[in-house]
Nanobody
Framework: VQLQASGGGLVQTGDSLRLSCEAS????????MAWIRQAPGKEREFVAA???????????YYSDFVKGRFTISRDDANNMVYLQMNSLKPEDTAVYYC???????????????WGQGTQVTVSS
């Protein structure tokens, strides 16, 4: 599966952004989809994931630092996954990647397919 992320940008603290990820492939609905981010000088970290039909479709998972602020969703009819980010903080600044796997993992390296990433910068 090929993934193309978009929607990043420069925003101020407290603003919102919605990231989009378009996937190619006929079996998109079966994949677990995730958003993973990497800040400068730091390792990749899990942000959120949503299960596909290979598991309990639609179940969502969040890291503690975004719970209540970010929402992941998917549109299987259009091969899209989204990350709605509200109440953004400077510490959310990172390159955000969408990724796919057969199941949800909280370990970024376990994802099989990756998009190119989109930069999110939150100014204070």
């Amino acid at each position: 599966v090929q993934l193309q992320a978009s929607g990043g940008g420069l925003v101020q603290t407290g603003d919102s952004l919605r990231l989009s990820c378009e996937a190619s492939g006929r079996k998109f609905s079966t994949y677990a989809m995730a958003w993973i981010r990497q800040a400068p000088g730091k390792e990749r970290e899990f942000v959120a994931a949503i299960m596909g039909t290979s598991g309990t479709s639609g179940n969502t998972y969040y890291s503690d630092f975004v719970k209540g602020r970010f929402t992941i969703s998917r549109d299987d009819a259009n091969n899209m996954v989204y990350l709605q980010m509200n109440s953004l903080k400077p510490e959310d600044t990172a390159v955000y990647y969408c990724a796919a796997a057969y199941t949800v993992w909280r370990t970024p390296n376990n994802y099989n397919w990756w998009g190119q990433g989109t930069q999110v910068t939150v100014s204070s």
